[in-house]
């Protein structure tokens, strides 16, 4: 077996570092005076300890990079240890959580999904609500870097197809692949800067401000209110809209945007493509809600583009209950999440360049089936796709789906109804928050399942963030024997 | 454009062949006495005179075989226009079925769907029951002849990995592709005569047994009854199970099986696999049914039994109202009739073949990334699988997975329930019949469905039964460029 060392090692500075970002929702909490600062002492201190004891076991075999199968371990591992801290200050803190539901909220917290098993988040402490956007935003910077670096380089689910394009065409203007991760963290802070901004001017408070600027970029979803994005004013809703698509988009263009350059933003398949399905949903929503309702109102257009939004770009935020919008648009909704945003984005489900992909393959194959003896290869964004990475998005495609369905019925044997298990199993999957029906719709959390829906679903949140095959892949026999 | 000529003779025969058809429902009326043979006389007439004047019509551009183009259009054209004559004796009735319910019926037959819009069926002449039995059994060896011959050629769904194996290992037994397809029939014939003869013995009346015989080797699941296999004893349940699963195995096997070699039966891995499968879903289904009723009765184990394999198989004959099974059974069968039984049976759905090849696929991947400078190419059955079969069979799951999603929002959009759109689509694709829900249900008919959404299963079934892409290939522009 390979050396689990260097894998041990990152993983304990990022706990550190984990632990470090502790002390933000403990000065929150200072700021605000309630009492509630110990929970995140505690829970700082035995963070950062245990990060330091793992980081320093593991030093003497840290150095020398990692090997494809360190690099695999690192991944999941790093998606499964720092939950598992991140979730202590909801055991140690005023919400008394027992394991499974500090760990679902910690995991939903970090892949972005959004999904709570927490009620009364009005009256909770400033810190925990701090603590919880907190995870949202590491989650999502993470990701990013994941999906840019780590994902191609795995070659999991066809990333790989942005490993040469970003380090070819970023290569002219940026020389380095770290500067590329600090320009994309800059992105990232300064969306996050301009949002909260945006924000605190239509009226936010500056705490709800900073808090949910954090949770739209990262298209997370976590709200500081039972009432989600239904306790804020329109101007708040239109705002949000924009961001959340923003967030959706691939961030390396908003890099090449900065340094001068728009071309690639506009001309991005992929951007065109998400562009084109928002404005497909959000009108084919608008205009179910208009048949409905009878009239034009602001109201109706605004909370189908809101949460049209919201679900396609896989952050989960509602600013309305629209269960009560009948089957049209409650299926509506559950595909939209079944899509996703923009590799290189926060956001996560299928993805549309995957689509595009299939699409591409699918009109290569008929082309093929009209003239049997042409040549016909499937192109994206112009170039021809290799084989290889045709191949990885089927696989992925074949595994989301294969997935779902085995979750869905996994669900239902510990006794969920059938809207329940699917939905459920789709937005755990999709990192998308909330799920269809009675129980776990945009207006419910999760804290009424049973224990063992919960580990499930934390399961799967966890194979839907990194893409299924990165965590399958160290599933497999030869993958320990190599 | 290319010669329509040569596919409207072909249709034209089959159009008179079908009308020679209805003399067999207008004996069965004559025999009854019930007065109702002049329905069949008057549709016989209007058939074979139509698809005489279509066949004269089409005569002197028959003869030098089919393009590749023409193979396609008459393929779909068959199953486009069979239905509107089969459907005849529905509208001059005593059903007066209005032609939306008229041809609902009539390609629920013929594809070998099972779903109906007629209720009453127990005191329904003796002449439109045949009709309906005969619609599924014509239906089933046609779609077997398809398999075999046409789709291969067409390089439609990954159904050419049995064009050479067919041809191939067949060739050293049976010289000539007619021979295969006489032997084929003879096998359809005895199996349908040897399950008659089970359920004579069982205990159904001779008319209700050569029924329900066709019915059950075309996995059609059409009953002469509302209360379809409950108005049935255990024997004839039991029976029933066992004949499903025959006629959802490769019927090529049986062809060498009677030519006196078992092996290539017993060796099949769509034969291993799917009765691999059947087991699981029967374990599954039975397993909550006992943990549900607390017992082990033989009546619960028959009732899981029975069920399941009618929804695996794709026929659709209920023995027990499953829809108060709870949602485990309801996901489980829904997920079943997604699966479907062996390619080159009468039964439909995504088919065992094309799962084992995925996986093929995603092992040989999986070893890949492990051992990233290996060469692994999938296998079936031991030998290695081209490239083009899994695009082929890529792209079949993928149109079937997007077509199941737009068809259930489609059908929402209709004013149908989240269950019944996504149920009623899935059902409809995959020719299985029965749905999930109150309004679709084991227990249900369509009859109440909206006129769009009648009409949008009705091409449902047409896809799903063509594999889909031998259907959206002629809607391509370069298919009529050719
Ligand atoms: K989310
Ligand atoms: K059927």
Chains 1, 2 share one sequence.
Request: one cysteine or more.
């Amino acid at each position: 077996m390979f050396d689990l060392r260097p894998v041990g090692y990152v993983i304990g500075l990022l706990v550190v570092t984990l632990g470090a970002a502790m002390l933000v929702p403990l000065a929150v909490d200072v700021w605000a005076g309630n009492g509630h600062w110990p929970v995140f002492a505690q829970s700082a201190i035995v963070t950062a300890l245990a990060g330091g004891l793992i980081a320093l076991a593991c030093a003497n075999g840290a150095g020398a990079g990692l090997s494809l199968q360190q690099t695999f371990l690192l991944t999941t591992g790093v998606w499964l240890v720092l939950p598992a801290f991140g979730a202590l200050p909801f055991v140690f803190g005023v919400t008394e959580a027992r394991a499974v539901d500090a760990m679902f909220e910690a995991m939903s917290g970090l892949t972005t999904t959004g999904s709570t098993v927490l009620s009364g988040l009005d009256t909770l402490p400033a810190g925990l609500l701090m603590w919880r956007g907190l995870l949202q935003w590491l989650g999502g910077i993470g990701i990013i870097v994941v999906a840019m670096v780590f994902l191609p380089e795995l070659r999991v689910g066809g990333m790989q197809i942005f490993r040469a394009e970003a380090f070819d065409t970023m290569g002219k203007i940026l020389p380095r692949a770290a500067e590329i991760a600090t320009r994309i963290s800059s992105i990232y802070v300064g969306l996050t800067g301009l949002c909260a901004l945006a924000y605190l001017g239509a009226g936010m408070t500056p705490f709800d401000a900073v808090v949910h600027s954090m949770t739209t970029i990262a298209t997370g979803g976590f709200a500081n209110s039972d009432a989600s994005f239904s306790a804020f004013g329109p101007a708040v809703q239109y705002w949000a809209a924009l961001f959340m698509l923003l967030a959706a988009l691939p961030f390396v263009r908003f890099v090449q945007f900065t340094a001068g350059t728009a071309r690639p933003l506009l001309r991005d398949s992929q951007v065109h493509g998400f562009l084109g399905v928002a404005g497909v949903v959000v009108l084919l929503l608008t205009a179910a809600q208009v048949v409905r309702e009878g009239a034009l109102a602001e109201e109706t257009v605004r909370g189908a583009l809101f949460n049209a939004v919201s679900i396609l770009t896989g952050t989960g935020y509602a600013s309305a209950d629209y269960m009560q919008w009948g089957a049209f648009a409650a299926l509506v909704l559950f595909f939209a999440g079944l899509i996703g945003g923009c590799a290189g984005s926060t956001s996560c489900s299928i993805k549309i360049f995957r689509y595009q992909l299939l699409l591409a393959s699918i009109r290569a194959r008929l082309a093929r089936i009209n003239a049997p003896h042409g040549v016909f290869e499937p192109r994206y964004q112009g170039r021809p796709v290799s084989e290889e990475v045709m191949n990885s998005v089927i696989a992925f495609f074949v595994f989301f789906v294969v997935t779902l369905g085995v979750l869905s019925v996994a669900l239902s044997m510990t006794g969920l109804d059938f809207v329940t298990s699917v939905s459920g199993a789709a937005t755990a999957l999709a990192n998308v928050g909330p799920g269809l029906g009675g129980e776990i719709g945009p207006t419910e959390t999760f804290a009424g399942l049973n224990d063992a829906a919960k580990w499930m679903l934390v399961f799967a949140m966890l194979l839907g963030r990194l893409e299924l095959l990165a965590v399958y892949a160290i599933f497999t026999v030869t993958f320990w024997r190599a």
